[in-house]
């Protein structure tokens, strides 16, 4: 990992409304860490993800990749949001096009690939996640755990150096929950991407992580490696959260 930051979050401020969702909020991650940001409801998790996505503004504050501020539109800061891929809560595959089609569309559009480099890119991707075999299913004909790691698969075809994901879970039923966190251990194992990991899911958090971002009030609470957090946090309020998880 590079001793420079390779995302710098700067008193960053965010409100819908009189919703105040992040105040001050300050972090630093470097090249190729993996952070897994935990926390209750409303805390600014997600919130978080979108803003370094570029799907919302935020209304003070810095964001930085790279060392390009994100807070003005650029050329350089357009460059630098493509360097970043996002799988969400609830897949968001386009529901008329075939699997191939969902993951080969932005490579060609945005990239400019063929239509060859990118099939040949989507099924390498496709195998990885083990859904070789569905090249030319729809999304509804999938299970919901299949059509989230069709959402991975098509975020890593535009080969991201930083990969968000969103709570990818949340929306399985939980016979189909292991099939995507191994998909997501085995990016962590072997990417080397920068990986920012919002999950309620403690185990994978504990197990996939370099380090820990517990988020309260909008703001980080607490932080620390991952054995440190969950088997002697500082912090009274990360855990009273972590034993409200544990016990449900």
């Given at each position: 990992?590079?001793?420079?930051?390779?995302?710098?979050?700067?008193?960053?401020?965010?409100?819908?409304?009189?919703?105040?969702?992040?105040?001050?909020?300050?972090?630093?991650?470097?090249?190729?860490?993996?952070?897994?940001?935990?926390?209750?409801?409303?805390?600014?998790?997600?919130?978080?993800?979108?803003?370094?996505?570029?799907?919302?503004?935020?209304?003070?504050?810095?964001?930085?990749?790279?060392?390009?501020?994100?807070?003005?539109?650029?050329?350089?800061?357009?460059?630098?949001?493509r360097q970043i891929g996002m799988?969400?809560?609830?897949?968001?595959?386009?529901?008329?096009?075939?699997?191939?089609?969902?993951?080969?569309?932005?490579?060609?559009?945005?990239?400019?690939?063929?239509?060859?480099?990118?099939?040949?890119?989507?099924?390498?991707?496709?195998?990885?996640?083990?859904?070789e075999a569905k090249l030319n299913?729809?999304?509804?004909?999938?299970?919901?755990?299949?059509?989230?790691?069709?959402?991975?698969?098509?975020?890593?075809?535009?080969?991201?150096?930083?990969?968000?994901?969103?709570?990818?879970?949340?929306?399985?039923?939980?016979?189909?929950?292991?099939?995507?966190?191994?998909?997501?251990?085995?990016?962590?194992?072997?990417?080397?991407?920068?990986?920012?990991?919002?999950?309620?899911?403690?185990?994978?958090?504990?197990?996939?992580?370099?380090?820990?971002?517990?988020?309260?009030?909008?703001?980080?609470?607490?932080?620390?490696?991952?054995?440190?957090?969950?088997?002697?946090?500082?912090?009274?309020?990360?855990?009273?959260?972590?034993?409200?998880i544990l016990e449900r």
């Amino acid at each position: 990992m590079s001793t420079e930051p390779l995302i710098r979050f700067r008193g960053l401020r965010k409100a819908f409304g009189a919703n105040v969702v992040l105040e001050d909020f300050n972090m630093d991650i470097a090249d190729g860490e993996r952070i897994a940001l935990i926390g209750p409801s409303g805390s600014g998790k997600t919130t978080v993800l979108r803003l370094l996505m570029g799907l919302d503004t935020f209304d003070g504050g810095e964001i930085e990749v790279g060392g390009v501020p994100l807070s003005r539109p650029s050329e350089q800061a357009k460059l630098a949001r493509r360097q970043i891929g996002m799988v969400f809560q609830h897949f968001n595959l386009f529901p008329h096009m075939t699997v191939m089609a969902n993951v080969t569309e932005a490579p060609r559009r945005v990239l400019g690939l063929s239509n060859a480099e990118a099939q040949a890119r989507a099924t390498g991707l496709l195998r990885m996640v083990g859904l070789e075999a569905k090249l030319n299913a729809l999304p509804r004909q999938l299970s919901g755990g299949q059509q989230q790691r069709v959402a991975i698969a098509r975020a890593l075809a535009m080969r991201p150096r930083i990969m968000l994901f969103d709570e990818v879970t949340s929306a399985l039923d939980p016979e189909l929950v292991g099939e995507v966190l191994r998909v997501v251990r085995q990016l962590a194992r072997e990417s080397g991407m920068t990986m920012l990991i919002v999950t309620h899911e403690m185990s994978f958090a504990r197990d996939v992580s370099d380090r820990v971002v517990f988020m309260e009030r909008g703001r980080v609470a607490e932080q620390g490696p991952p054995d440190m957090i969950f088997r002697n946090p500082s912090n009274e309020r990360t855990r009273a959260f972590l034993q409200a998880i544990l016990e449900r």
